[in-house]
């Protein structure tokens, strides 16, 4: 990825492990770390990772790991699309991966029954069952989405969700993206809206499998610097994260002349800049509230073994602060977290009298049910909290 002239470092978080290499405790193997910086362009507010982490590292080794992205949006998505002008019932969709079919699925139900989605073998000639985003993104280039082309033609619709966040070289993949769709098509852009989690200093934003960190105005800015016209573009609202939707057209500007206004670019700088702040304030501040309750006798377990539950345990440093991981999926219970060597255990665990206080490092928007199901613990004198801040159970204001 290269660097440029304007890049300036806002949080240096050192070595930082691969979140989705789970430890099994009978082949204990150790979990790689990479240099994890996370800088800002002031030439365009742009946050992003100043070296992503190697691909092949990246890849999962299990093939049980899955990815969720958000779809309440989805059904007004669609009928969105299908008011575009020009889409008929013979228009074609295709999606750019499996976080697709769901959108594909919709469409076949309303009638538009035209459409595929890449193959990762057949199109992109991955064989590794495990591979995912990471490794699709790293093969997916103008050579390769000529090949697509020659072999099922341009589209009239083609949905990317969640993928261009992955992408190593931003602008190769979205040119390659273009090329796989007629003039008078569209494009379907969807990625995480990351303004939120700058603002609040979130530090589970920062993944290793996200290479850039968008904002509604920066992403905005990259379609138009790329010669995207923008037909729709929204922020859907999500407990935790939203979305951000854009449909631009398939035909693109050639050397578009597009200057931002420098006063928007430096809204974003000094937000990256205020992000790497609250971070480290933030780290801090959880510290020293898990020291005292270490201190009173009070131990700590957190619920939730994902990468947001990798990321905060990792770089707020506290893995000696957390008694176990609550997950239930059997895929995940007896292994070892990759930080730490923290263990991963059923919910049964959270009734036992080694923990007083469960942090939840699930998505928000299943906080409740979980507080509610486990209400045992609450009654014996537990307290959940949440890793998210400003949620209503966010750590810094509950213990």
């Not at 029954?113 to 993104?137: F, H, M, S």
């Not at 769709?181 to 569209?186: D, E």
């Not at 000094?270 to 971070?279: E, L, W």
């Not at 009070?298 to 770089?315: C, D, N, T, W, Y």
């Amino acid at each position: 990825m290269a660097k440029s002239k304007g890049e300036e470092l806002i949080l240096d978080l050192g070595l930082q492990p691969v979140s989705n290499r789970f430890v099994d405790p009978a082949r204990k193997a150790a979990v790689p770390s990479f240099p994890m910086r996370l800088m800002v362009d002031r030439n365009d507010g742009m946050v992003r990772l100043e070296t992503p982490f190697p691909v092949e590292e990246v890849r999962p080794r299990y093939e049980w790991i899955t990815c969720f992205e958000p779809e309440d949006h989805l059904d007004d998505m669609v009928s969105d699309l299908v008011a575009l002008p020009g889409i008929t019932r013979d228009s074609v969709f295709a999606g750019y991966s499996f976080k697709d079919d769901s959108t594909l699925e919709r469409l076949k139900h309303k009638g538009y029954k035209k459409q595929w989605r890449l193959d990762p073998e057949g199109d992109l000639g991955v064989t590794d069952r495990c591979a995912n985003i990471e490794t699709y993104q790293s093969v997916f280039n103008a050579a390769t989405a000529e090949r697509i082309r020659k072999n099922r033609g341009c589209v009239d619709v083609l949905v990317v969700r969640h993928v261009l966040e992955h992408a190593y070289r931003c602008q190769n993949f979205m040119s390659a993206v273009a090329s796989l769709v007629k003039p008078t098509g569209y494009i379907v852009w969807e990625i995480p809206d990351c303004e939120a989690a700058l603002n609040g200093g979130d530090c589970t934003t920062i993944w290793e499998e996200h290479t850039h960190y968008f904002t509604e105005y920066t992403f905005r800015e990259l379609l138009r610097n790329s010669g995207f016209n923008i037909i729709q573009y929204q922020s859907v609202q999500y407990p935790l994260e939203n979305s951000i939707v854009a449909v631009t057209e398939g035909k693109r500007q050639v050397n578009p002349i597009h200057l931002p206004a420098r006063v928007d670019v430096d809204r974003e700088c000094q937000r990256a800049v205020a992000f790497g702040r609250k971070v480290k304030e933030r780290k801090k501040t959880i510290k020293s509230r898990l020291a005292k309750l270490e201190e009173q006798g009070v131990r700590v377990a957190m619920f939730g073994a994902g990468h947001l539950a990798a990321a905060f345990i990792s770089i707020m440093d506290i893995s000696r602060n957390i008694e176990f991981v609550i997950d239930d999926n059997p895929n995940k219970t007896g292994m070892l977290m990759p930080v730490g060597d923290v263990p991963i255990v059923g919910s049964d665990a959270l009734y036992s009298d080694r923990v007083g206080v469960c942090l939840l490092s699930l998505n928000p928007q299943n906080h409740y049910r979980v507080i509610e199901k486990h209400s045992g613990f609450s009654e014996k004198g537990g307290i959940f909290s949440s890793i998210f801040p400003g949620t209503s159970l966010d750590v810094e204001k509950m213990v």
